[in-house]
């Protein structure tokens, strides 16, 4: 999680990355957050490429790292998923 405790979602923008489907996710993702006012939940932030661009399009979440997520809904389940369970852990404290 970031230091200012929003969910860091991390996409590579490299050029390979970005054509097999960060391109997409970046604005559906951007799209989601708006829509659900999370701005002051979620942090997108863009890097350069990881030399891992045979496995892209790559995208962090949180401490997680995925790679070949190609489809925006699948990338939108795992940041949801991933506020639920930092809702769930702060009900348990
Ligand atoms: S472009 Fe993403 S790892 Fe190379």
Not at 2 to 25: P, T, W
Request: contains cysteine; negative net charge.
């Amino acid at each position: 999680m970031a230091e200012n405790n929003k969910l860091k979602v991390e996409l590579c923008m490299g050029s390979s990355c970005f054509a097999r489907g960060n391109s997409g996710i970046l604005s559906d993702l951007e799209g989601f957050i708006s829509e659900n006012g999370l701005e002051d939940r979620v942090e997108l932030e863009g890097h350069l490429c990881l030399g891992k661009c045979n496995s892209g399009p790559h995208i962090t979440i949180g401490d997680k790292e995925f790679s070949g997520i190609s489809d925006s809904s699948c990338a939108i389940d795992l940041v949801r998923k991933a506020l639920e369970e930092i809702d769930a852990e702060s009900n348990l404290h």
